[in-house]
């Protein structure tokens, strides 16, 4: 009879055992027979007795005393491990990471656009694909108008660097002085010889790097495009991991921390582009040579507070050498007279007061973000220390004034 055989005899081995009351599974290990043995038939039909409604798979039995030197020793080991492999994944990670976080922070800094555009009449949805488009269109026709000039007026610039050098050592002692001294024009010579071997390597290496900035840059294209849809999600996510009762104070300091990351970004690249503008304008009308490659110079590196527009203004005015010292020193004037405007107009207006941090904070900022993270960690470094900021002000000098 089903589930009948008595817990002392052992059943013949090929009765088949299927008892649901004696703890078998429909599903594993079908089909049970005596085969399996006197004292599993008797721990299935004990673990049958343990199951109940409450407790389905029998009441929990006793916790492991956490305080014995096993289970002390296991802990220690387990978090040296867990540490170890997280370090580990973090340093093979490290570039998709970064990848992340500067389509994490695009996004914020386009969530400003997309919130104004969204209305009861248009959804959010349709802002996203709007901002997304709008942005991609730009880019790319960025591309299309400025990388046909920039690739003969860097090719020119390679080739003729080395009479450059000497052209300027013969208008002018200081550096007929230095290229003495250091043997500039034929290092820039060796540079760029044109040795077959050296070439084919150049062209591989271009390649390469090409081929891996169009990837980075399809990556966060896409990953910006996913954060910026799902924008409130991850913003809902991010809050729920505070305590409900601490959660409308976060939610205040969050929004507070994105409105500044998002006023940053889009004002950085509008002041950038600004300053492009009118750094081509003024070298195109003094015949500075390469006036576009330049210019986008310039956007580049005025992306990075502090250092990026005086080294911009460095180069063009070595490049304006070329021509004449007047020129020279009135391209000098015009970058600090750039540099005027741009902290004491653009800024205000474009930027606003929404990142406040000081002028020490930033530097020390952009100094560890480029030696953490190159390039972009310089760009992000101001938002980053804004939000530090807030954050220490916020909540933990109002406790450290409590105690």
Same mark, same amino acid.
């Given at each position: 009879?089903?589930?009948?055989? %008595?817990?002392?005899?052992?059943?013949? %081995?090929?009765?088949?055992?299927?008892?649901?009351?004696?703890?078998?599974?429909?599903?594993?290990?079908?089909?049970?027979? @005596?085969?399996?043995?006197?004292?599993?038939?008797?721990?299935?039909?004990?673990?049958?007795? $343990?199951?109940?409604?409450?407790?389905?798979?029998?009441?929990?039995?006793?916790?492991?005393?956490?305080?014995?030197?096993?289970?002390?020793?296991? $802990? +220690?080991?387990?978090?040296?491990?867990?540490?170890?492999?997280?370090?580990?994944?973090?340093?093979?990670?490290?570039?998709?990471?970064?990848?992340?976080?500067?389509?994490?922070?695009?996004?914020? @800094?386009?969530?400003?656009?997309?919130?104004?555009?969204?209305? %009861?009449?248009?959804?959010?949805?349709? /802002?996203?694909?709007?901002?997304?488009?709008?942005?991609?269109?730009?880019?790319?026709?960025? !591309?299309?108008?400025?990388?046909?000039?920039?690739?003969?007026?860097?090719?020119?610039?390679?080739?003729?660097?080395?009479?450059?050098?000497?052209?300027?050592?013969?208008?002018?002692?200081?550096?007929?002085? !230095?290229?003495?001294?250091?043997?500039?024009?034929?290092? !820039?010579?060796?540079?760029? @010889?044109?040795?077959?071997?050296?070439? !084919?390597? +150049?062209?591989?290496?271009?390649?390469?790097?090409?081929?891996?900035?169009?990837?980075?840059?399809?990556?966060?294209?896409?990953?910006?495009?996913?954060?910026?849809?799902?924008?409130?999600?991850?913003?809902?996510?991010?809050?729920?991991?505070?305590?409900?009762?601490?959660?409308?104070?976060?939610?205040?300091?969050?929004?507070?921390?994105?409105? #500044?990351? +998002?006023?940053?970004?889009?004002?950085?690249?509008?002041?950038?582009?600004?300053?492009?503008?009118?750094?081509?304008?003024?070298?195109?009308?003094?015949?500075?040579?390469?006036?576009?490659?330049?210019?986008?110079?310039?956007?580049?590196?005025?992306?990075?507070?502090?250092?990026?527009?005086?080294?911009?203004?460095?180069? $063009?005015?070595?490049?304006?050498?070329?021509?004449?010292? %007047?020129?020279?020193?009135?391209?000098?004037?015009?970058?600090?007279?750039?540099?005027?405007?741009?902290?004491?107009?653009?800024?205000?207006?474009? *930027?606003?007061?929404?990142?406040?941090?000081?002028?020490?904070?930033?530097?020390?900022?952009?100094?560890?973000?480029?030696?953490?993270?190159? *390039?972009?960690?310089?760009?992000?470094?101001?938002?980053?220390? /804004?939000?530090?900021?807030?954050?220490?002000?916020?909540?933990?000098?109002?406790?450290?004034? #409590?105690?």
């Amino acid at each position: 009879m089903r589930g009948d055989h %008595p817990e002392a005899a052992e059943p013949p %081995p090929d009765a088949e055992v299927r008892s649901a009351e004696h703890g078998h599974s429909d599903v594993v290990a079908q089909p049970h027979t @005596g085969a399996e043995g006197g004292a599993i038939i008797d721990a299935e039909a004990r673990a049958a007795e $343990a199951s109940s409604s409450e407790y389905p798979f029998g009441r929990p039995g006793r916790r492991f005393d956490r305080r014995s030197p096993f289970m002390v020793g296991l $802990a +220690g080991a387990a978090g040296v491990a867990v540490t170890y492999a997280g370090i580990q994944i973090l340093l093979a990670v490290g570039q998709v990471l970064i990848l992340i976080v500067v389509a994490l922070f695009l996004a914020i @800094g386009m969530e400003p656009a997309v919130s104004w555009l969204v209305r %009861p009449w248009f959804p959010r949805w349709a /802002a996203v694909t709007t901002v997304f488009l709008i942005g991609i269109g730009l880019f790319a026709g960025f !591309l299309a108008a400025a990388i046909p000039p920039l690739v003969t007026q860097g090719g020119a610039f390679i080739h003729n660097a080395p009479d450059y050098v000497s052209h300027l050592s013969q208008r002018y002692p200081f550096i007929h002085d !230095l290229n003495d001294r250091y043997h500039l024009q034929d290092r !820039l010579q060796q540079t760029l @010889g044109t040795d077959p071997s050296h070439v !084919l390597g +150049g062209v591989l290496d271009a390649g390469r790097e090409a081929f891996s900035i169009l990837s980075s840059t399809l990556i966060v294209a896409v990953l910006t495009a996913y954060f910026m849809a799902n924008f409130t999600q991850i913003r809902s996510s991010i809050y729920r991991l505070f305590p409900n009762d601490r959660r409308p104070r976060a939610i205040l300091i969050g929004d507070e921390i994105f409105t #500044k990351v +998002g006023g940053y970004i889009l004002g950085n690249l509008l002041i950038s582009v600004i300053t492009a503008v009118l750094t081509f304008i003024w070298l195109l009308t003094f015949d500075v040579p390469y006036p576009l490659l330049l210019a986008v110079l310039v956007a580049l590196l005025d992306l990075i507070p502090i250092v990026g527009s005086t080294i911009a203004g460095v180069v $063009a005015a070595l490049v304006a050498l070329t021509v004449s010292v %007047p020129i020279t020193i009135a391209t000098i004037v015009f970058f600090i007279v750039l540099r005027l405007l741009e902290d004491y107009l653009l800024v205000p207006r474009i *930027i606003g007061r929404t990142v406040q941090v000081p002028a020490l904070v930033t530097v020390v900022s952009v100094l560890l973000g480029g030696a953490l993270l190159g *390039i972009i960690g310089a760009l992000l470094a101001i938002p980053v220390a /804004a939000a530090g900021l807030l954050i220490v002000r916020e909540t933990l000098l109002p406790s450290l004034d #409590k105690r």
